[in-house]
C-alpha cells in the first residue's frame, strides 16, 4: 500500500541541457563512429591504392635533417607510412578488421553515454537497459584492446608480405627495412574495462535500491 504520492524529481534547468547536450553529442559521435568505420571499411577493400600507417622500420638510417644539431646525441625513424597498391586479400581483411575493432570500441561507447543520458533525463537512471550497457562496453574495451594491437601487427606483416621479401629485414640485418611482425600491448584499456564494469556494478546496485524505495513510498 502506498503511503503517499511518489515526489517527482526535477532537473534543474542548466543541468537539463547539459545533459541534452551530452547525449546529443554522444549520439553524434555515434553516427559518426559508424559512418567513418563503414567507409574506412570500404577504402581498404575497394579501393586499388591503400594508406597505411604504422608500418615498422628494422635498423632505420639517421635522419638528415638531425646531422647539424649538436645536442642530438641519436635520432632514428620508428614507423613510416606508405601508400601500397596491389595488396593481397589478407592484408585488405586484416586492415579492415583492425578498422572495425577501433571504430567498434568509439560507437559503444558513445552508446552507452547516449542511453544513460536518456535515463537521466527520463529521470530513471537505474535501468537494467544500462547495466547492461555498460558491461557490454567494459567487454568492448577489454576486447578491442588486447585484439586491436594483434590484428594490426597482423595486418602489417601481411602487407610487408605483398610488396615482397626484399623489403623484409631480420633483426640481425644491417640494413634497412620493414620488420615483418611487431605489435605493442597497451594496458590502458584493460583498466578502462574494469571501470566502466565498476559502473555497470554501480548501476546494478542502485537498480536495486530504487525498486526497494519505489516499495517504500
Known sequence: MKLSPKATARIARADNW???AI?????FVAALGVWSTVARILIITRDPDVTVSGMQLENPSTPEFTAGASSIVSAQ???VTIVASDLSTAARGYLAAEAATS???IIGLSVVVAMLGMRLLAK?????SVTW?????AIITLAVGMTAPFLAGLARAEVVMSLGTDNVTAANNSSEGFSLFMTTVDLAPIGWAFALAMVAAAFQVGQRLQRETDGLV
Open 18 to 20: 547539459s545533459l541534452r
Open 23 to 27: 547525449t546529443g553529442g554522444s549520439m
Open 77 to 79: 625513424y620508428e614507423s
Open 103 to 105: 571504430g567498434l570500441l
Open 124 to 128: 530513471r537512471p537505474f535501468a537494467r
Open 133 to 137: 550497457a555498460s558491461m557490454a562496453a
